[in-house]
């Protein structure tokens, strides 16, 4: 909850674009929201107001919510928790620990985020993949390079306002507090995961980059916050032999596809007839356009993850020999396309390294099937529906380069088919979805972990109880606030057993 002094209230309201615009630039906002199912574009706000009934000026010596108040623990605190990863779940954990006077450690194998940014900016030249600083590994996770997106289905898993307070804290936009699909844009996280981590030194905390942890380097006697993300490979090979209880669980794999952003507006605004100005005018009071598209094949889901309009595909993996393609947006989301994935629900069978071997055998023929370095094999997506080669590509958002490949013939049947399939689908509800002008590109494996990390009620690990997995990689949080929120939570947990 947004914390306001005095007796205050809410007023919804319903309107146009435009006088919506109006009313954001001058009054306090609590939320906002598009709604663009009919072809009368509408948007929703809940304003704050006084008692007299008055909305509340934006400027308004409101607070607009508790700053959080972090102790200094240069001399160890309540205690020394340590955390394996820095992103959203290592980083949330470590700021709670401080709140309540405890000490983390963070071990983060991955560099500092700027020194991250040039090994990024390397492997979108195409000159090669640093397995250490990627779009995975380093300060801030597989978040820091993202859409940002800060929202999350899972309603349960702890306070979401809290986490979006935090990142406000450190410098997210305003709009992040009150919009409902908010998303901060990978230009701004840098600094944010920056701020984050100074402040976390300031306060006694140490961090160390470069420091690749492993179980086997533990005596037991120190909690360890396990927030390693879902790519580090290499670690849960290395838990799984040191006896840590994992198990395979739900996932699910397919690939990215890639539309011109102006498509994508015209079918999700119902701009049909519209010229390119009525278009520009529109997207400048509400943005790009974005989808989210499910249905059912066989049984199982197949749906569109994680979409950035205005965005970017990137190359997201930590293998050398696989492919791997995510997607990205800056804060104003304003390139000229729009991508998501498109991804089928799995189950796979069998243990949870043979879950990892999966996700690696599909990451491998990706990689077979690509150009060189970080290329990424790619279809026109009509092509790819009906099964055709297609001779050449449209121009895509990928800086590597995409080279064309038929993913309709290589793609595991239990994917590439229930993809088509879907696609059609999708189609049929947007007609035109499905066009040579749209690009798919492979693979997006990694949308979630196929593995979990079992731990009980008080998030430590059943094997090992010293052990407190969280976060994505644990599998028991996906995206970046439900792993903060998982961080949130395990490090209350903590600090509950410790007291
Ligand atoms: C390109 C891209 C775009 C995304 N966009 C969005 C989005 O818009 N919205 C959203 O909600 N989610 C998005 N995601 C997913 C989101 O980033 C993750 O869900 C989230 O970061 C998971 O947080 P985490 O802290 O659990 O793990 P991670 O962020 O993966 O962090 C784990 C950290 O642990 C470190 N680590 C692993 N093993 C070790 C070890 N042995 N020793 C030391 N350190 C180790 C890694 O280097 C890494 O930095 C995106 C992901 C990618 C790759």
């Given at each position: 909850m947004q914390c306001f002094s005095g007796s205050m209230e809410t007023r919804q309201l319903i309107l146009t674009p435009e006088g919506a615009k109006e009313i954001e630039q001058q009054y306090r906002i609590v939320k906002r929201s598009v709604d663009a199912r009919q072809r009368d574009l509408k948007v929703l706000l809940t304003v704050l107001v006084d008692a007299q009934g008055c909305m509340v000026p934006k400027d308004a010596p409101v607070p607009l919510y508790e700053a959080p108040v972090f102790q200094h623990v240069q001399d160890g605190g309540k205690g020394t928790v340590k955390i394996v990863g820095a992103g959203p779940a290592g980083l949330f954990a470590a700021l709670t620990l401080l709140e309540h006077g405890y000490k983390p450690i963070i071990y983060e194998r991955g560099k500092d985020v700027s020194s991250r940014k040039r090994d990024i900016a390397l492997l979108n030249q195409n000159k090669g993949l640093n397995t250490e600083s990627n779009y995975c590994f380093g300060e801030g996770g597989a978040g820091t390079f993202s859409d940002g997106k800060?929202?999350?289905?899972?309603?349960?898993?702890?306070?979401?306002?809290?986490?979006?307070?935090?990142?406000?804290?450190?410098?997210?936009?305003?709009?992040?507090?009150?919009?409902?699909?908010?998303?901060?844009g990978s230009d701004k996280l840098s600094g944010i995961i920056r701020r984050m981590r100074e402040c976390i030194v300031e306060h006694g905390g140490e961090v160390y980059f470069d420091t690749k942890w492993n179980i086997r380097n533990e005596d037991g006697k120190t909690p360890v916050i396990l927030a390693i993300g879902h790519s580090a490979h290499d670690t849960y090979r290395e838990l799984a032999a040191a006896g840590v209880q994992l198990e395979a669980k739900g996932c699910a794999m397919g690939v990215r596809v890639e539309h011109p952003q102006s498509l994508i507006n015209r079918l999700m605004y119902h701009l049909k007839g519209k010229s390119d100005e009525q278009q520009r005018q529109l997207t400048a009071l509400i943005g790009n356009a974005a989808y989210q598209l499910v249905t059912q094949v066989d049984g199982q889901g197949v749906y569109s993850f994680c979409m950035c309009p205005g965005g970017h595909i990137v190359p997201a993996g930590s293998d050398p020999d696989g492919c791997v393609v995510n997607g990205m947006s800056a804060s104003h989301r304003n390139s000229p396309y729009a991508n998501s994935g498109i991804v089928v629900e799995l189950h796979p069978a069998g243990s949870a390294l043979?879950?990892?071997?999966?996700?690696?055998?599909?990451?491998?023929?990706?990689?077979?099937?690509?150009?060189?370095?970080?290329?990424?094999?790619?279809?026109?997506?009509?092509?790819?529906?009906?099964?055709?080669?297609?001779?050449?590509?449209?121009?895509?958002?990928?800086?590597?380069?995409?080279?064309?490949?038929?993913?309709?013939?290589?793609?595991?049947?239990?994917?590439?088919?229930?993809?088509?399939?879907?696609?059609?689908?999708?189609?049929?509800?947007?007609?035109?979805?499905?066009?040579?002008?749209?690009?798919?590109?492979?693979?997006?494996?990694?949308?979630?972990?196929p593995v979990r990390i079992v731990r009980n009620d008080a998030m430590q690990s059943v094997s090992h109880p010293w052990l407190y997995p969280c976060g994505e990689g644990a599998g028991y949080a996906g995206g970046i606030t439900s792993s903060a929120m998982d961080g949130i939570r395990a490090a209350n947990s903590i600090c509950e057993a410790f007291q």
């Open positions: 800060l929202f999350s289905r899972s309603k349960k898993r702890g306070n979401m306002q809290r986490v979006m307070e935090l990142f406000h804290y450190f410098g997210a936009d305003d709009n992040i507090l009150y919009e409902a699909h908010a998303h901060i043979e879950a990892l071997n999966y996700q690696e055998h599909l990451e491998h023929l990706a990689k077979a099937h690509g150009g060189t370095e970080a290329q990424a094999p790619a279809q026109r997506l009509k092509d790819f529906v009906e099964g055709k080669a297609c001779k050449d590509l449209p121009s895509c958002s990928y800086l590597p380069g995409i080279v064309p490949s038929r993913l309709d013939e290589w793609l595991p049947r239990e994917i590439g088919e229930r993809l088509r399939q879907g696609f059609r689908d999708f189609d049929r509800k947007y007609p035109g979805f499905v066009t040579n002008d749209a690009v798919v590109v492979g693979v997006e494996s990694r949308s979630s972990s």
